[in-house]
């Protein structure tokens, strides 16, 4: 899924799959999953011919994503129920992309895969 994702040019672009409205959900279900990375940027930085300043030695670069049932409750408490509305089930038993992305410039913050929901 991420290599067609990072294959096709302007994808995360596209609003034309972006729901355009909020939609009442009934049941979320989503496994609990945690995802790390570490990277060490001075390499490809020194890769690219660029010196780091004098005085750095490295450049490390860490980030983490973790949802569990808080996250998933608190984001449930946070819906707006009206009672004449359609309400959904989401259900994630299959294989799915997640993001993070900021509001206001639209940056992808965090981009990753659950290949197995059963393993988490």
Partial sequence: MLERLASTHGIL?????IPSRMVNVRELKI???KFAFDYEASKALKGLGLDLPEGLKTIILKSCI???EV???AAAAAAVVES???KYDFVADHPFLFLVKE???GLVLF???VIDPSMH
């Fill in 103 to 105: 509001r206001r410039t």
């Fill in 13 to 17: 672009n596209d609003t034309e799959d």
């Fill in 84 to 86: 004449n509305s359609l």
């Fill in 66 to 68: 973790e949802v569990d």
């Fill in 111 to 113: 981009l990753g895969q």
């Fill in 31 to 33: 496994p609990r999953f």
């Fill in 71 to 73: 996250g998933s409750k």
